[in-house]
């Protein structure tokens, strides 16, 4: 079956970087559009980036263009959020989520998230 792993996440001081990670197997990963999402304590799931099934194309949400960057590696089957000038309003669960087949924006197949906690 589909599972998704993520690693990565901590506590930093605001300023500061993570990377983030996401091992993929059970699927034909070079088939799916991949993205990242985030919770807040007491909030909703948020969509924070996507790339494409290529990596030629990708997304952000306006609260963290310019500061994060998502990328993939196919041959190893991993998904990378880069995060830098953290702010405390970032503290939030990370999840990585994959698409159905080709189908940018629709999101089937989502890990068990990790924890990032943004000190001020």
């Known amino acids: 079956q589909v599972q998704l792993v993520e690693s990565g996440g901590g506590l930093v001081q605001a300023g500061g970087s993570l990377r983030l990670s996401c091992a993929a197997s059970?699927?034909?990963?070079?088939?799916?559009?991949m993205a990242w999402f985030r919770q807040a304590p007491g909030k909703g799931r948020e969509f924070v980036s996507a790339i494409s099934w290529s990596g030629d194309n990708t997304n952000y949400a306006d609260s963290v263009k310019g500061r994060f960057t998502i990328s993939r590696d196919n041959a190893k089957k991993l998904l990378y959020l880069q995060m830098n000038s953290l702010k405390p309003e970032d503290t939030a669960v990370y999840y990585c989520a994959a698409s159905r087949p080709f189908k940018m924006g629709q999101y089937d197949y989502w890990g068990q998230g990790t924890q990032v906690t943004v000190s001020s």
């Open positions: 059970g699927l034909t990963f070079t088939a799916h559009a």
